[in-house]
Structure formats: structure tokens, C-alpha cells
């Protein structure tokens, strides 16, 4: 879907801009030392955008230092108290999040939309299902995709009434099918960019199913300019997970590509541990390379030739592939290795 584009920091999302990956620290703001640690972590890792929380004074004047210290954009999350917005705003931030739930009422959205139009500062409107307006859930009822698009654009309209459509918007839930309906249903509203995500989802192998399967499937669709793969675990997976996210679905293609067989009684090698072996030592995030990795010869050939680069193996021995021609064969682990270096010239393009 077609959205306008709006600029956070040096980066921009929407009007066909690269998707970009968000993630939020979980160290304590105001300890300015672990907090540009992570974030740097997390742009080593391939972060676009990085959130953080401010939930009083002092947090909002760390902004300014940490603002110094890192390179990619940085976004306050705001709850309850719309002063601690433009307190962030006026120390550097890069853009707003605030929950129109929790915010407060018409007055202090006006003035703090005030203070962003001043600085040319973008709001997120991020609608979570867990804290909507009472009214909306009494109509509606709990968790409600209506209720979220509707508490979206009741505080849209606000922004827009006072003149500000500097907007970028969310709509999470918890469930999978909840989400995807409330970001399907604004998609047909308003044209500002959406921030894509499931929140609250539970464990990490759960959260990255749950986010896979909503993000995946709003991303198909064509909505959503930038996401945030929701995880309790260190911020950096979000990052990897969102990645090979954008990787499955042909969104990015800034690194390799493994395809590896599920394995059967014809396998006569160990295919987990040579996968795992494989990943390890490929060169990562400098280029896109597919590489496929198959334990037989009944598909092996078939999907190697397919690939940039491939290996498949026998009992003893393996089969590299390269561009869809036979390249070398050789016992195993050997060959192995030789297929990993291979690889590596190609992504390197010293080949």
C-alpha cells in the first residue's frame, strides 16, 4: 500500500522506502552508559531504529547524551505524562511514541503536538489492544480490532485538526488475527506510514512464530514501512529475527540464504550439525548469497543447482554446485570446507 513518507532522524519510512528494522532497549535510560552500549549493539546488528523509554525527567535529559553517541535515529516512548514528550523533544529526540490510551485528554495532545510541529518531529499514534480507551471497549468490546482503529483515528484527527500530519501509525495486539485485522482496516484509511508488529507474545520461540506468521502476512500484502519483531529476549534477536524475516520475503536481500532439507532414511550425514557448521562460517550481512545445503541426491542436485551455491552429499562424499554447474566433489568433511570458502570469495567477490 502506497503511503506518505515521513522522515525520522536520517532515515524515512513509507512512499516506497526500504522497510526498516526497529527494536527497544531494556536497560534503564537514565544509565546513559548501558543504554548507548545496547543501542550500539543493536546497530551492529543491523538496527534502523532504535526506542527507548522515558518515564521521567532525568530520562528525557539523558536523551541529549545519548543522542551524541549513537548513529541511527532514537525514539522516546512516552506514557502517562505528555510533558516527558516534549521534555525528549527539546533534549533531541528523533520522533515520539505516545499511547493515545494513557496520554491524557484533547488539551495535552495539542500542546505536545505543538512542540513536534516546532522541532519537526514525528508522533507515532501506537495503539496497543491491552490499554484502549474505556468507551471503545465498552462498545466494542476487549482487544478489538474496530476499538484500535477507531482509537487510532480519533487521535489522528486530533493531530490533524491542530495542523500536524508529521504521523507514522500502530496498531498491536497480542493475537495474531486481531492485529492483522486492525492494520488491514486503517490500510484503507489513511495513507501514513504503519509501524508493524505483535505485541506481547509471549516466549521467544512463540513471539518469533506469532510475529513471522502477522508481520509476514500484513508485509505480503504490501502494508507496513517499518517493523518490530516484540520478544522477552535481548533486543539484538528481534534485530536477527526481523532480518531473516525481510529476507524470506524477498524485502531485503543483504544476506545469505540457507536452504537445507527437513532430511529422511536416505540422509547419511549428520545435516543439522553441517547447517549449523555451514552458518557459522559464512560470511554474514555483507551481500546476498543463497546457499543450499542437502543431506541426498534425490532433491539435493536439483535445489543446489538452484542456488548460488550448493553441496549435497552422498554417504561418503559431497557434490558442490555453483550457478547451476557442477563444481567440485570430494570426501567428507572436506568438501565441506571448501564449499564454506568458496561461498565466502563469492560473497566477498574476490571469486
Same mark, same amino acid.
Given at each position: 500500500?502506497?503511503?506518505?513518507?515521513?522522515?525520522?532522524?536520517?532515515?524515512?519510512?513509507?512512499?516506497?522506502?526500504?522497510?526498516?528494522?526497529?527494536?527497544?532497549?531494556?536497560?534503564?535510560?537514565?544509565?546513559?552508559?548501558?543504554?548507548?552500549?545496547?543501542?550500539?549493539?543493536?546497530?551492529?546488528?543491523?538496527?534502523?531504529?532504535?526506542?527507548?523509554?522515558?518515564?521521567?525527567?532525568?530520562?528525557?535529559?539523558?536523551?541529549?547524551?545519548?543522542?551524541?553517541?549513537?548513529?541511527?535515529?532514537?525514539?522516546?516512548?512516552?506514557? @502517562?505524562?505528555?510533558?516527558?514528550?516534549?521534555?525528549?523533544?527539546?533534549?533531541?529526540?528523533?520522533?515520539?511514541? @505516545?499511547?493515545?490510551?494513557?496520554?491524557?485528554?484533547?488539551?495535552?495532545?495539542?500542546?505536545?503536538?505543538?512542540?513536534?510541529?516546532?522541532?519537526?518531529?514525528?508522533?507515532?499514534?501506537?495503539?496497543?489492544?491491552?490499554?484502549?480507551?474505556?468507551?471503545?471497549?465498552?462498545?466494542?468490546?476487549?482487544?478489538?480490532?474496530?476499538?484500535?482503529?477507531?482509537?487510532?483515528?480519533?487521535?489522528?484527527?486530533?493531530?490533524?485538526?491542530?495542523? @500536524?500530519?508529521?504521523?507514522?501509525?500502530?496498531?498491536?495486539?497480542?493475537?495474531?488475527?486481531?492485529?492483522?485485522?486492525?492494520?488491514?482496516?486503517?490500510?484503507?484509511?489513511?495513507?501514513?506510514?504503519?509501524?508493524?508488529?505483535?505485541?506481547?507474545?509471549?516466549?521467544?520461540?512463540?513471539?518469533?512464530?506469532?510475529?513471522?506468521?502477522?508481520?509476514?502476512?500484513?508485509?505480503?500484502?504490501?502494508?507496513?514501512?517499518?517493523?518490530?519483531?516484540?520478544?522477552?529476549?535481548?533486543?539484538?534477536?528481534?534485530?536477527?529475527?526481523?532480518?531473516?524475516?525481510?529476507?524470506?520475503?524477498?524485502?531485503?536481500?543483504?544476506?545469505?540464504?540457507?536452504?537445507?532439507?527437513?532430511?529422511?532414511?536416505?540422509?547419511?550425514?549428520?545435516?543439522?550439525?553441517?547447517?549449523?557448521?555451514?552458518?557459522?562460517?559464512?560470511?554474514?550481512?555483507?551481500?546476498?548469497?543463497?546457499?543450499?545445503?542437502?543431506?541426498?541426491?534425490?532433491?539435493?542436485?536439483?535445489?543446489?543447482?538452484?542456488?548460488?551455491?550448493?553441496?549435497?552429499?552422498?554417504?561418503?562424499?559431497?557434490?558442490? @554446485?555453483?550457478?547451476?554447474?557442477?563444481?567440485?566433489?570430494?570426501?567428507?568433511?572436506?568438501?565441506?570446507?571448501?564449499?564454506?570458502?568458496?561461498?565466502?570469495?563469492?560473497?566477498?567477490?574476490?571469486?
Amino acid at each position: 500500500m502506497k503511503t506518505r513518507e515521513v522522515k525520522i532522524g536520517n532515515r524515512a519510512i513509507g512512499n516506497g522506502n526500504p522497510v526498516l528494522i526497529q527494536s527497544m532497549t531494556n536497560t534503564d535510560t537514565k544509565d546513559t552508559d548501558r543504554t548507548v552500549e545496547q543501542i550500539l549493539s543493536l546497530e551492529r546488528a543491523g538496527c534502523d531504529i532504535v526506542r527507548f523509554t522515558v518515564y521521567d525527567a532525568a530520562c528525557a535529559e539523558a536523551v541529549e547524551t545519548i543522542r551524541r553517541a549513537v548513529h541511527i535515529p532514537i525514539v522516546a516512548d512516552i506514557h @502517562f505524562d505528555y510533558r516527558l514528550a516534549i521534555a525528549a523533544i527539546e533534549h533531541g529526540i528523533d520522533k515520539i511514541r @505516545f499511547n493515545p490510551g494513557n496520554i491524557g485528554g484533547r488539551e495535552r495532545v495539542e500542546e505536545l503536538v505543538s512542540c513536534a510541529r516546532m522541532h519537526h518531529i514525528p508522533i507515532r499514534i501506537g495503539v496497543n489492544a491491552g490499554s484502549l480507551e474505556k468507551d471503545l471497549k465498552e462498545k466494542y468490546g476487549p482487544h478489538s480490532p474496530e476499538a484500535m482503529v477507531e482509537s487510532a483515528l480519533r487521535h489522528v484527527r486530533i493531530l490533524e485538526s491542530a495542523g @500536524f500530519e508529521d504521523i507514522v501509525l500502530s496498531l498491536k495486539a497480542s493475537t495474531v488475527r486481531d492485529t492483522v485485522d486492525a492494520y488491514r482496516m486503517i490500510s484503507k484509511i489513511v495513507d501514513y506510514p504503519l509501524h508493524v508488529g505483535i505485541t506481547e507474545t509471549g516466549e521467544p520461540e512463540s513471539g518469533v512464530i506469532k510475529s513471522a506468521a502477522g508481520i509476514g502476512a500484513l508485509l505480503l500484502d504490501g502494508i507496513g514501512d517499518t517493523i518490530r519483531v516484540s520478544l522477552t529476549d535481548d533486543p539484538v534477536r528481534e534485530v536477527e529475527v526481523a532480518q531473516k524475516l525481510l529476507n524470506a520475503l524477498e524485502l531485503r536481500r543483504d544476506d545469505v540464504d540457507i536452504v537445507s532439507c527437513p532430511t529422511c532414511g536416505r540422509t547419511r550425514v549428520d545435516l543439522l550439525d553441517i547447517v549449523r557448521y555451514v552458518n557459522e562460517r559464512l560470511i554474514h550481512h555483507r551481500g546476498y548469497l543463497k546457499v543450499a545445503v542437502m543431506g541426498c541426491a534425490v532433491n539435493g542436485p536439483g535445489e543446489s543447482a538452484d542456488a548460488d551455491i550448493g553441496v549435497c552429499f552422498g554417504r561418503d562424499n559431497g557434490v558442490i @554446485f555453483k550457478k547451476g554447474v557442477k563444481y567440485k566433489s570430494g570426501p567428507v568433511p572436506g568438501i565441506i570446507d571448501e564449499m564454506i570458502a568458496e561461498a565466502n570469495r563469492m560473497i566477498d567477490g574476490t571469486d
